[in-house]
């Protein structure tokens, strides 16, 4: 008896520790729903330029909607599940174009875009975390004024780059810097005509003591623009300046405190798309190639430095056999070795992504990317705002299917390369539980 006691003991321990450890692992692992991708909008078209996380486990995700008389700024917030808690649209009777979004250190948002006939002017937008607009201010230099990206500073202001047309220099377009502080009173603004074909600014980083600028340098040689990085003092004064690389800079992102990193955004049928290292005082650490001999019309939009140290890339590519492009992402790690890349996006003429920005969760490793997804179905090509939560992996949904497929990809061998599809490119399908289909591109790698 006593030996059949100390069975039964051990047997409903082996089983309360089995419970636990099913209990731990179900905890653990991505669930169906926690990742996602969706869209949202109104009878025209809407897409998102900028993502940024919220610190509740959701995102904004900025743009513009086509849904109305004029287009306008288009702002939605939604939960870690993709659910919409409310949506905002800011203008003026012209249109507006939204390209970029920043988080101050209080939660308030700076919006801007641009704005009148043509966009030849700019809007600036604060709102407050639920989108009720605190002030906004028009910039215009009277020739033009084009911004497109603008981040929060450490005193709550916000720091705007982008460009303004100069007619003393033929009205070639010159970077304009512009700072705000945290009422929408300018601090100060400058101009920078550095290069004999012009030049305009797409991205920007706050350093400890300088702003760093990133964008593209305008060839009158060359159907490809060429990238510059250049650092200013906290009053727009040049401290420096470099071309580096082919297609224009995007994406800077801080490394530690004096190293910076940015990707080239490629242009049709230029050189491999390329990250470069860079040290605050201009000098090159290395340059690396990332994607390569994937298709046409490759190009970098964003980039996202992940919690393993790595960067998140995300764009769109036009595989060889494809009519139009698709969105994809790759992660690489800190010396920019490929550790995947995945495609998103409909196989025909529905359903294709394109993506734009890309922004790392506040709750756990993985990354909202925002985008467009078109339908080229003549004779009317609508689009709507695109908004995807994806795992580490790159990945939208898991289940044990999905998990499965996931080994088979790895395992599953075309032409030497590992694949689970029967053709280069073709489409990947998920079957859920609930009846769904998910059709996804997954590029090899």
Same mark, same amino acid.
């Given at each position: ?6 069975? *039964? ?27 996602? =991708? ?5 009878? #025209? ?10 610190? #509740? ?34 203008? @003026? ?12 250190? @209080? ?12 966009? *030849? ?43 303004? @047309?100069?007619?003393?220099?033929? $009205? ?5 810097? $512009? ?23 797409? =991205? ?64 049709? $049928? ?11 005082? =201009? ?47 790759? *992660? ?27 922004? *790392? ?33 790159? $990945? ?50």
């Amino acid at each position: 008896m006593k030996i059949i006691n100390t069975i *039964k003991v051990f047997l409903e321990m082996t089983y309360y520790w089995i419970i636990c450890l099913a209990t731990l692992v179900a905890l653990s692992s991505p669930l169906k729903g926690q990742f996602w =991708s969706k869209t949202f909008g109104g009878n #025209e078209s809407e897409l998102a330029h900028d993502v940024l996380a919220s610190n #509740e486990g959701g995102s904004y995700a900025f743009g513009t909607t086509y849904s109305y008389d004029n287009s306008d700024f288009y702002l939605i917030k939604v939960d870690s599940l993709g659910n919409l808690i409310w949506s905002q649209t800011y203008g @003026t009777a012209q249109d507006e174009v939204g390209y970029a979004l920043a988080i101050s250190k @209080t939660g308030d948002l700076f919006l801007t875009g641009t704005t009148g006939i043509n966009n *030849k002017g700019s809007l600036v937008i604060k709102v407050d975390s639920q989108g009720a607009v605190i002030w906004n201010k028009g910039i215009n230099t009277g020739s033009g004024t084009e911004l497109r990206e603008v981040i929060a500073t450490s005193d709550n202001g916000c720091f705007l780059v982008g460009s303004n @047309t100069n007619p003393s220099s033929n $009205f070639q377009l010159e970077v304009i810097l $512009f700072k705000l502080d945290s009422l929408g009173n300018i601090e100060w603004s400058k101009h920078h005509d550095n290069y004999p074909d012009g030049s305009f600014a797409t =991205s920007a980083l706050e350093m400890d003591n300088c702003f760093l600028v990133g964008g593209d340098i305008i060839s009158s040689t060359s159907s490809n623009n060429l990238s510059f990085i250049a650092s200013f003092d906290k009053s727009g004064n040049l401290l420096w300046k470099r071309a580096i690389g082919s297609g224009g800079a995007i994406g800077l992102v801080q490394v530690d405190t004096n190293t910076v990193v940015f990707a080239n955004r490629k242009g049709p $049928f230029s050189i491999d798309a390329q990250l470069h290292k860079i040290k605050s005082d =201009s000098i090159l650490i290395w340059t690396k190639s990332v994607i390569s001999g994937m298709g046409a019309n490759n190009y970098f939009t964003d980039i996202e430095i992940t919690n393993d140290g790595g960067m998140v890339l995300v764009g769109e590519i036009k595989p060889f056999s494809y009519q139009f492009p698709i969105a994809y992402i790759a *992660k690489v790690d800190s010396l920019s070795n490929l550790i995947y890349t995945r495609q998103y996006g409909g196989y025909g003429r529905q359903g294709k992504h394109l993506a734009y920005g890309v922004s *790392k969760s506040e709750v756990d490793d993985s990354y909202f990317v925002c985008g467009s997804s078109i339908n080229y179905n003549l004779p009317t090509i609508h689009s709507d705002l695109l908004l995807m939560k994806v795992d580490e992996q790159g $990945f939208i949904g898991l289940d044990e299917l999905e998990a499965k497929e996931r080994e088979l990809i790895r395992t599953t061998d075309f032409m030497g390369i590992e694949v689970k599809h029967d053709a280069m490119f073709k489409p990947l399908l998920r079957y859920y539980s609930d009846g769904t289909v998910e059709k996804v591109f997954i590029i090899p790698n």
